[in-house]
């Protein structure tokens, strides 16, 4: 009985082990995609600041390129992301939106995540000409909201609405 219980002990300080090799290896594969994305961002910014001193002329067939192309057309739209194999469990949505007015000086527009009571997700600038970046990171609440919503507020933010709605989600 003695040696039944030293294998079961053994397999499972195996599989402990294994479990630790594994988590290891996602956290680096996690710290090296953080790098790649921090990378992508730097070049985004980059190429965006490329843009607007050309004045916002045409280059050929780069992403970003294709992205701004997007951007211009005259309606709002937003694209739902599913998990791949790497991240079954993780989803989200890309919003861009266009022809929002600019932004006012001393105003910023701001992005709310609406359950009980908006949340605020971040706030962006708009300027003529221009496309507005907002990168938004986990907010508590924020899977669970059914309605978005997009209002002008004095610059910095509010931590609740108090400026015009300019965009809604339909619920």
Do not use: C
């Not at 499972?12 to 995609?33: G, H, I, M, V």
């Amino acid at each position: 009985m003695l040696a039944d219980v030293q294998r079961v002990v053994a397999n499972q300080a195996k599989a402990l082990d294994e479990l630790r090799n594994e988590l290891q290896q996602r956290t680096n594969e996690a710290a090296e995609a953080k790098e790649q994305l921090t990378q992508r961002e730097a070049e985004l910014e980059e190429i965006r600041v490329q843009l607007s001193q050309r004045g916002g002329a045409r280059t050929v067939g780069t992403p970003q390129d294709e992205l701004a192309t997007l951007l211009r057309i005259p309606n709002v739209k937003a694209v739902s992301l599913t998990g791949s194999e790497l991240a079954k469990r993780a989803a989200g949505f890309l919003l861009y939106t266009v022809n929002l007015p600019d932004s006012p000086a001393g105003t910023t527009y701001q992005l709310w995540a609406i359950l009980d009571k908006p949340i605020s997700i971040g706030t962006f600038q708009m300027d003529t000409g221009e496309t507005a970046h907002l990168l938004v990171k986990k907010v508590l609440g924020f899977t669970d909201a059914k309605t978005f919503a997009v209002s002008l507020e004095p610059s910095g933010g509010r931590p609740q609405p108090t400026g015009p709605m300019y965009l809604l989600s339909q619920s």
